[in-house]
């Protein structure tokens, strides 16, 4: 998984850092650490160790935050397959989106909750008992990390937990999440810009406000943000065409009314050689396959006598048939569990159209993207 490496599990789920958050732990501890060596009571490695405690339980409430879009996403059937923590925070792997706007706005904003209760949580505990110096310094700056965790995920632009919500609302509005993925994404990357020009400006000591990691963070909004759109753009594409319009051109169907030799000289001699063939009967619905290997048990001799309805292999369980009307970004998907494979196209009336694969889809978009060029 991008070089995460596994941890564990939390709550069935499983639990991956990536490299970089490596970096930011021992950052944490070291600036952490050097803070509460000016507390007095404080001595040896002692400040250190509590900045190392500190740091974990830093990232512990980036971990709560997306057990908070976890959970919220299983109550509604969702697989969570991964949770990460890298560089910028965490992320919740989700196996697929949530099925209305409602749904999906309850995911994005579950992360953020969770954050602001905690804040509150951890205000309430500073405020109403008494610790050690040194422990009401780390309580505090738990509850003031979840506070910025929190209303920075607000912000309303992809791929920030805001975004989300904004997607949900455009879907809402639209109908659409797509249109709601690639608004939201736009949005993104406006607040991208922002920061990268406001961490550019503060890196040449022109701007008061920023620093190097609002320039960094500005480029992790832009490039998720146009990731986003660029995926969304993908699939409200796909969602304009069916499977009926990515039929391979020339599909192998044939009739089982023809006999063996007219089969070989109309589609084997001189023919771009398939190694199987839909056989259709008369009224165009699939009743057998033919491997063109399965020829070479029949004799020469009898290519003139045997139908290829007599030949044919009868219709196994694993042909996958999809409607001629059915969106191609459906197609696609299924595609993905299998690239390999090959669908059947057939008709509301069980008329076969042809095959559909992988190359298929790609050749009829670059068709598709060359006419509008012209």
Same mark, same amino acid.
Do not use: C
């Given at each position: 998984?991008?070089?995460?490496?596994?941890?564990?599990?939390?709550?069935?789920?499983?639990?991956?850092?990536?490299?970089?958050w490596?970096?930011?732990?021992?950052?944490?501890?070291?600036?952490?650490?050097?803070?509460?060596?000016?507390?007095?009571?404080?001595?040896?490695?002692?400040?250190?160790?509590?900045?190392?405690?500190?740091?974990?339980?830093?990232?512990?409430?980036?971990?709560?935050?997306?057990l908070?879009?976890?959970?919220?996403?299983?109550?509604?059937g969702?697989?969570?397959?991964?949770?990460?923590?890298?560089?910028?925070?965490?992320?919740?792997?989700?196996?697929?989106?949530?099925?209305?706007?409602?749904?999906?706005?309850?995911?994005?904003?579950?992360?953020?909750?969770?954050?602001?209760?905690?804040?509150?949580?951890?205000?309430?505990?500073?405020?109403?008992?008494?610790?050690?110096?040194?422990?009401?310094?780390?309580?505090?700056?738990?509850?003031?990390?979840?506070?910025?965790?929190?209303?920075?995920?607000?912000?309303?632009?992809?791929?920030?937990?805001?975004?989300?919500?904004?997607?949900?609302?455009?879907?809402?509005?639209?109908?659409?999440?797509?249109?709601?993925?690639?608004?939201?994404?736009?949005?993104?990357?406006?607040?991208?810009?922002?920061?990268?020009?406001?961490?550019?400006?503060?890196?040449?000591?022109?701007?008061?406000?920023?620093?190097?990691?609002?320039?960094?963070?500005?480029?992790?909004?832009?490039?998720?943000?146009?990731?986003?759109?660029?995926?969304?753009?993908?699939?409200?594409?796909?969602?304009?065409?069916?499977?009926?319009?990515?039929?391979?051109?020339d599909?192998?169907?044939v009739?089982?009314?023809?006999?063996?030799?007219?089969?070989?000289?109309?589609?084997?001699?001189?023919?771009?050689?398939?190694?199987k063939?839909?056989?259709?009967?008369?009224?165009?619905?699939?009743?057998?396959i033919?491997?063109?290997?399965?020829?070479?048990?029949?004799?020469?001799?009898?290519?003139?006598?045997?139908?290829?309805?007599?030949?044919?292999?009868?219709?196994?369980?694993?042909?996958?048939?999809?409607?001629?009307?059915?969106?191609?970004?459906? $197609?696609?998907?299924?595609l993905?569990?299998?690239?390999?494979?090959?669908?059947?196209?057939?008709?509301?009336?069980?008329?076969?159209?042809?095959?559909?694969?992988?190359?298929? $889809?790609?050749?009829?978009?670059?068709?598709?993207?060359?006419?509008?060029?012209?």
């Amino acid at each position: 998984m991008n070089n995460n490496i596994r941890v564990g599990n939390l709550f069935g789920i499983p639990f991956y850092v990536n490299p970089s958050w490596f970096l930011v732990l021992g950052l944490v501890t070291l600036s952490y650490g050097g803070q509460l060596a000016l507390f007095p009571q404080l001595g040896g490695i002692t400040p250190w160790i509590l900045g190392f405690v500190a740091a974990l339980l830093l990232f512990s409430s980036v971990v709560a935050h997306e057990l908070g879009h976890s959970f919220v996403a299983m109550s509604q059937g969702i697989e969570v397959k991964s949770i990460s923590l890298f560089l910028f925070g965490g992320l919740a792997n989700l196996e697929r989106e949530s099925e209305t706007p409602f749904e999906a706005f309850l995911v994005a904003i579950a992360g953020p909750a969770v954050s602001l209760i905690l804040f509150l949580f951890l205000t309430l505990i500073v405020s109403n008992f008494a610790f050690s110096a040194p422990i009401t310094a780390i309580l505090g700056l738990l509850a003031y990390i979840n506070l910025i965790l929190g209303l920075f995920n607000l912000i309303p632009g992809l791929p920030l937990d805001g975004g989300n919500i904004l997607k949900a609302l455009v879907w809402k509005i639209t109908g659409n999440p797509n249109k709601g993925i690639i608004f939201a994404s736009r949005v993104g990357q406006l607040f991208g810009w922002i920061a990268v020009t406001i961490g550019g400006l503060a890196i040449l000591g022109i701007s008061p406000i920023g620093s190097f990691w609002t320039l960094l963070i500005g480029f992790f909004l832009l490039q998720n943000a146009g990731f986003s759109a660029q995926s969304a753009q993908f699939q409200e594409t796909l969602s304009g065409y069916t499977a009926e319009d990515a039929v391979i051109p020339d599909s192998p169907v044939v009739s089982d009314s023809l006999n063996v030799r007219e089969f070989v000289n109309d589609y084997v001699i001189g023919k771009s050689v398939w190694k199987k063939f839909l056989v259709t009967n008369e009224e165009g619905k699939l009743s057998g396959i033919l491997e063109i290997d399965s020829l070479k048990k029949v004799s020469t001799s009898q290519w003139t006598e045997l139908k290829l309805a007599e030949i044919m292999e009868p219709i196994s369980p694993n042909i996958t048939l999809i409607q001629a009307d059915q969106s191609l970004l459906e $197609v696609v998907k299924l595609l993905e569990n299998d690239p390999r494979q090959q669908l059947t196209v057939v008709k509301d009336n069980g008329v076969v159209l042809g095959l559909l694969e992988k190359a298929s $889809v790609i050749k009829f978009l670059q068709q598709k993207a060359q006419a509008k060029a012209i």
